[in-house]
């Protein structure tokens, strides 16, 4: 990003230029721990820790400068005054509200089309899989890092745009009310993605037909110029009206993105891909219903940026592996496979995950980790024993560790015999999981976020290579 003072004066009028070392291209970081040579370290006061506080470390990693807020000045005096003499330093009323108004500026330079992928379930996976069609397209585009969604993390991913993308791609999360419009006001996307409407963050959004609300609002700005891309599947975005254009993907026959007579196999899935009115006859490698699904969003948000549909094509028949989202990995033993699916949970995407599970062909060991789905509120013991009946259904499981307080809903759901044990912690699962570990298992881990089931899953296994 092309960094000068006119710029920032016009962005931030009220800003103090204390050093005016400006460097060539600014980038920007908020993490002293993960800073890169050259970035602007913007110091920012969270519920947690001040980013002031590690003015020295972010110096000591490379930062070419500073944002900090005014009334936090005095801490430059006891860094090096040599040293930040060849930065730029930078003084604020509000460096969180500085860092929004750069971003906004940096989005109303950008001419490009910036596509926004919000929804319940499949964000990362939909924003990956298009990112992955544009670059066989021969496109360079940009995509938002991780799991950075929130307004902050939208804001720093504006501010990574360079002019020669051809296109943005950034991941849009919510987990209060209120929050998307302000997202939609700073992203200002040309064209946003809903994956799909399910229930999770329920505590700070209400009813499932609140979500709805709350995820419809990434079209708060929209004009007929820009389209939404929805899942003309479910009711609650298709049964509405829009003031401006909408594609819908799905199954029904309304879509004009369809997967048409899939059939299911032991490891893959085979079906008619429709795009508007051309067909084409596609084979996945993997059984998951939400891959699918994802697999359509991003085919449509690539039509309409132009690629072909031959690359297209190409593209959902070789999609690229999300770390975390149904991951197969490998066992520390070498043998087993550990499918590390816990980067976060809700109950729609806990029954996809099993019952692709259940689906997998092997003879060998299968056992299943599950920890709570967070977030939802007073429903929780409900969905938690849906999740039991959910088990109930299937056979081939060899054993079930359940892991936290929630699932214990979920062991009452559960049939007499059925072999379960249930823990605390991921730490506690390790050595449980363990003794029913051979050579040849196949484990399926699966739990929200702040389980920390992830930790269990690189803990005990690997990519595959």
């Not at 330079?109 to 379930?121: C, E, F, H």
């Amino acid at each position: 990003m092309y960094f000068n003072e006119h710029f920032l004066r016009g962005v931030l009028p009220e800003v103090t230029v204390i050093s005016q070392a400006f460097p060539e291209d600014a980038r920007f970081s908020v993490d002293s721990r993960s800073l890169q040579p050259g970035d602007i370290f913007v110091a920012l006061k969270g519920e947690r820790a001040d980013g002031h506080d590690y003015l020295e470390d972010a110096i000591k990693s490379g930062a070419a400068g500073l944002i900090i807020n005014v009334t936090k000045r005095d801490l430059l005096k006891t860094l090096d005054a040599r040293e930040l003499k060849k930065k730029l330093i930078i003084a604020v009323p509000d460096s969180l509200d500085a860092l929004y108004k750069l971003a906004a500026a940096r989005r109303a330079q950008y001419i490009n089309p910036i596509v926004a992928v919000t929804g319940s379930i499949g964000k990362t996976s939909t924003k990956e899989l298009l990112a992955n069609i544009m670059k066989l397209d021969g496109k360079e585009c940009l995509a938002s890092l991780a799991n950075q969604n929130t307004k902050l993390g939208v804001a720093l991913n504006l501010l990574r745009i360079e002019d020669n993308h051809a296109c943005a791609i950034l991941e849009v999360g919510i987990n209060a009310r209120g929050e998307m419009a302000e997202i939609a006001d700073l992203l200002r996307p040309n064209f946003a993605i809903i994956t799909g409407i399910g229930h999770c963050h329920l505590e700070g959004l209400g009813s499932i037909g609140d979500i709805a609300i709350e995820k419809r609002a990434i079209f708060k700005y929209f004009s007929g110029d820009n389209i939404g891309i929805i899942n003309g599947d479910q009711p609650l975005l298709a049964n509405v009206g829009y003031s401006h254009p909408i594609v819908k993907f799905g199954f029904k026959t309304t879509n004009q993105i369809q997967a048409r007579k899939v059939r299911v196999h032991s490891d893959q899935m085979s079906l008619v891909l429709k795009i508007y009115r051309e067909k084409f006859m596609l084979s996945m490698p993997q059984t998951h219903n939400g891959l699918l699904f994802n697999t359509l969003a991003s085919s449509a948000a690539a039509y309409l940026l132009g690629v072909p549909t031959a690359t297209i094509v190409e593209a959902a028949k070789n999609p690229v592996m999300i770390p975390g989202r149904f991951e197969r990995r490998l066992l520390n033993n070498k043998k087993g496979i550990l499918i590390h699916d816990a980067y976060n949970a809700n109950p729609e995407s806990m029954k996809a995950a099993l019952m692709t599970f259940g689906r997998l062909p092997t003879k060998a060991r299968k056992i299943v980790v599950l920890g709570d789905m967070l977030e939802l509120g007073i429903n929780s013991p409900f969905w938690h024993r849906q999740l039991g009946r959910v088990l109930r259904k299937m056979s081939s499981n060899h054993h079930i560790i359940l892991v936290g307080t929630q699932v214990q809903w979920t062991k009452k759901a559960l049939p007499v015999g059925a072999s379960v044990e249930t823990v605390a912690s991921w730490q506690e699962a390790i050595p449980v999981l363990e003794n029913y570990v051979t050579e040849e298992s196949v484990i399926l881990v699966k739990g929200s976020h702040g389980t920390g089931l992830y930790q269990l899953a690189e803990t005990l296994s690997k990519p595959l290579r």
